[in-house]
C-alpha cells in the first residue's frame, strides 16, 4: 500500500470513527446548502459531501467548506470524475473528494495531490481493482438497486472493504444496510424532510 493510499484510509478511518451518516447535498444553492449542512451538523451528522457535477454547484460547496471551517469539521466534494475538478476542490479547500466510479487516474491524482479519495465500485472487479489501488473505504454505488445483500455478498471475498453505502438510501433502510456490513450510509434528500431527522440522529452515532 502507498503512504498516500494509507493517508486516505486514515482519514475515512477517523471521520467515520463516531460517525454512521453521510449527508450528500446535491443541487442546492449556496444559502441552501448551508442551511442543509447546518441541519445536518446540528442532528448529530459531520461528515457532508457537496457534490460538484457541474461547474454551477462550485459556490455551494465553497460556502459549504466555509461554513464548516467555523465549526472545525472539513467538507467533501463529490462527483469528482477529473483532474479538473480536482485542481479545483483543492483550491476551495475541499477534505476529501468522492466518485460515482473507480478511475484510476483519478484515484491517484487525488492521493497524489493528499486529498482523501472515495470511489465508487459496483462490481467484484472494481472493488478489487480499488484494493489493488491500496484503497479500503469504498463508495457502494448505487446501494439501493444493489440491495444490502450486495454487500454482505461483497465482504465474504473483501473482508477489509469498508462500505459507504449510496444512492436511494433512505433513514428507513438504513439499518438494513447496517446489519449486512455496511460502515456507512450516505444520505441526501432525507435532511430536507424534518419528519426524517429524529431517525437521523438516532442513525448518525456509532452505538458504543
Given at each position: 500500500?502507498?503512504?498516500?493510499?494509507?493517508?486516505?484510509?486514515?482519514?475515512?478511518?477517523?471521520?467515520?470513527?463516531?460517525?454512521?451518516?453521510?449527508?450528500?447535498?446535491?443541487?442546492?444553492?449556496?444559502?441552501?446548502?448551508?442551511?442543509?449542512?447546518?441541519?445536518?451538523?446540528?442532528?448529530?451528522?459531520?461528515?457532508?459531501?457537496?457534490?460538484?457535477?457541474?461547474?454551477?454547484?462550485?459556490?455551494?460547496?465553497?460556502?459549504?467548506?466555509?461554513?464548516?471551517?467555523?465549526?472545525?469539521?472539513?467538507?467533501?466534494?463529490?462527483?469528482?470524475?477529473?483532474?479538473?475538478?480536482?485542481?479545483?476542490?483543492?483550491?476551495?479547500?475541499?477534505?476529501?473528494?468522492?466518485?460515482?466510479?473507480?478511475?484510476?487516474?483519478?484515484?491517484?491524482?487525488?492521493?497524489?495531490?493528499?486529498?482523501?479519495?472515495?470511489?465508487?465500485?459496483?462490481t467484484g472487479s472494481e472493488i478489487q481493482a480499488a484494493r489493488a489501488l491500496?484503497?479500503?473505504?469504498?463508495?457502494?454505488?448505487?446501494?439501493?438497486?444493489?440491495?444490502?445483500g450486495w454487500i454482505s455478498a461483497q465482504l465474504a471475498p473483501f473482508p477489509?472493504?469498508?462500505?459507504?453505502?449510496?444512492?436511494?438510501?433512505?433513514?428507513?433502510?438504513?439499518?438494513?444496510?447496517?446489519?449486512?456490513?455496511?460502515?456507512?450510509?450516505?444520505?441526501?434528500?432525507?435532511?430536507?424532510?424534518?419528519?426524517?431527522?429524529?431517525?437521523?440522529?438516532?442513525?448518525?452515532?456509532?452505538p458504543e
Amino acid at each position: 500500500m502507498t503512504d498516500s493510499a494509507h493517508s486516505s484510509n486514515a482519514y475515512f478511518d477517523t471521520v467515520f470513527a463516531t460517525q454512521r451518516v453521510m449527508a450528500i447535498l446535491r443541487g442546492y444553492g449556496p444559502d441552501e446548502t448551508v442551511r442543509l449542512c447546518e441541519r445536518a451538523w446540528s442532528s448529530g451528522v459531520e461528515v457532508v459531501e457537496v457534490p460538484i457535477q457541474s461547474p454551477d454547484a462550485v459556490p455551494s460547496l465553497r460556502a459549504a467548506v466555509a461554513a464548516g471551517a467555523s465549526r472545525g469539521l472539513g467538507v467533501g466534494a463529490g462527483t469528482v470524475t477529473s483532474a479538473e475538478q480536482l485542481d479545483v476542490v483543492r483550491e476551495v479547500g475541499a477534505a476529501f473528494t468522492v466518485a460515482p466510479g473507480l478511475d484510476r487516474e483519478v484515484v491517484r491524482a487525488a492521493l497524489d495531490s493528499g486529498i482523501p479519495h472515495l470511489p465508487g465500485v459496483a462490481t467484484g472487479s472494481e472493488i478489487q481493482a480499488a484494493r489493488a489501488l491500496g484503497l479500503v473505504w469504498l463508495k457502494a454505488f448505487p446501494a439501493a438497486q444493489l440491495g444490502a445483500g450486495w454487500i454482505s455478498a461483497q465482504l465474504a471475498p473483501f473482508p477489509v472493504a469498508k462500505f459507504v453505502a449510496t444512492g436511494g438510501m433512505t433513514a428507513a433502510t438504513a439499518e438494513e444496510f447496517f446489519a449486512a456490513g455496511a460502515s456507512v450510509v450516505a444520505l441526501g434528500g432525507a435532511l430536507n424532510d424534518p419528519a426524517s431527522l429524529p431517525a437521523i440522529s438516532r442513525l448518525a452515532s456509532r452505538p458504543e
